[in-house]
T-cell receptor
Framework: NAGVMQNPRHLVRRRGQEARLRCSPM?????VYWYRQLPEEGLKFMVYLQKENIIDESGMPKERFSAEFPKEGPSILRIQQVVRGDSAAYFC?????????????FGQGTRLTVV | KNEVEQSPQNLTAQEGEFITINCSYS?????LHWLQQHPGGGIVSLFM???GKKKHGRLIATINIQEKHSSLHITASHPRDSAVYIC???????????????FGQGTILTVHP
C-alpha cells in the first residue's frame, strides 16, 4: 500500500509561469489537506478537499491559487503567475476519515523554487 | 486565537541523553500529533494522541488535556534522531472538528555522537 505520493519532488518555475503540484492520497483515502512551509517558517494550512469538493480554503491566498480533487486522479494545487514569494515546500496529507481524531499521512512534499 | 507553542526552538544533546520537547495549545482539541521532519525530507507522523500516553521504541508522547500540554520524550538519544520535531493539533471548532492541523514552529534537535 503506497503512501501519499507527491510529484514533482522539485519544481523550478520562472516568475509568471504556472506551477501544478500533484498529490495522490493513500489508497482509500478521500480527504486531502494541502499545507505550505515557507523558508524559515512553520507549516500553514492552505486547503481541505474531499472528493470533488472544497471543504475549507480559508488558508489559501485569494488570487492565483486554486485546488481541486477530482473523482478520478490526484489532487492538484495550481499556482498561476508565480512570484518569488511562492517559493516554498508544499505538503499534502491524506486521511481515511474527515474527523479531527483521524491519523494524517503526509507526502514527501514538492519544493517549488521561483526564479 | 488558536495557537500552538513549542519549546525549546533549538535543542542540542549528547548521544545517550534523555530529551524532552514541550507543546502547549490555546483551546480545546480533538487530537494532537507529533511529527518528524529531516532536512529537505518529508514529514513522518510519530504519534497521534487525544489522551494519556503512547510509546514507540525510544519515543514516548504524553498529553494532559486539562493543562493543554503535551511532551515528546526521546530516551537514549542517537545522532540519527537529529531532525525537526513538530507538534500539530486539530482544534475543536464550535463543537465540530475535522483533520485540519495547526502547527507549532518546530524544535530543531541535534544529537552529537
Amino acid at each position: 500500500n503506497a503512501g501519499v505520493m507527491q510529484n514533482p519532488r522539485h519544481l523550478v518555475r520562472r516568475r509568471g509561469q504556472e506551477a501544478r503540484l500533484r498529490c495522490s492520497p493513500m489508497k482509500g483515502h478521500s480527504h486531502v489537506y494541502w499545507y505550505r512551509q515557507l523558508p524559515e517558517e512553520g507549516l500553514k494550512f492552505m486547503v481541505y478537499l474531499q472528493k470533488e469538493n472544497i471543504i475549507d480554503e480559508s488558508g489559501m491566498p485569494k488570487e492565483r491559487f486554486s485546488a481541486e480533487f477530482p473523482k478520478e486522479g490526484p489532487s492538484i494545487l495550481r499556482i498561476q503567475q508565480v512570484v518569488r514569494g511562492d517559493s516554498a515546500a508544499y505538503f499534502c496529507a491524506s486521511s481515511l476519515y474527515g474527523g479531527g481524531n483521524t491519523e494524517a499521512f503526509f507526502g514527501q512534499g514538492t519544493r517549488l523554487t521561483v526564479v | 486565537k488558536n495557537e500552538v507553542e513549542q519549546s525549546p526552538q533549538n535543542l542540542t544533546a549528547q548521544e545517550g541523553e534523555f530529551i524532552t520537547i514541550n507543546c502547549s495549545y490555546s483551546v480545546g482539541i480533538s487530537a494532537l500529533h507529533w511529527l518528524q521532519q529531516h532536512p529537505g525530507g518529508g514529514i513522518v507522523s510519530l504519534f497521534m494522541l487525544s489522551s494519556g500516553k503512547k510509546k514507540h521504541g525510544r519515543l514516548i508522547a504524553t498529553i494532559n488535556i486539562q493543562e493543554k500540554h503535551s511532551s515528546l520524550h526521546i530516551t537514549a538519544s542517537h545522532p540519527r534522531d537529529s531532525a525537526v520535531y513538530i507538534c500539530a493539533v486539530s482544534f475543536n471548532a464550535g463543537g465540530t472538528s475535522y483533520g485540519k492541523l495547526t502547527f507549532g514552529q518546530g524544535t530543531i534537535l541535534t544529537v552529537h555522537p
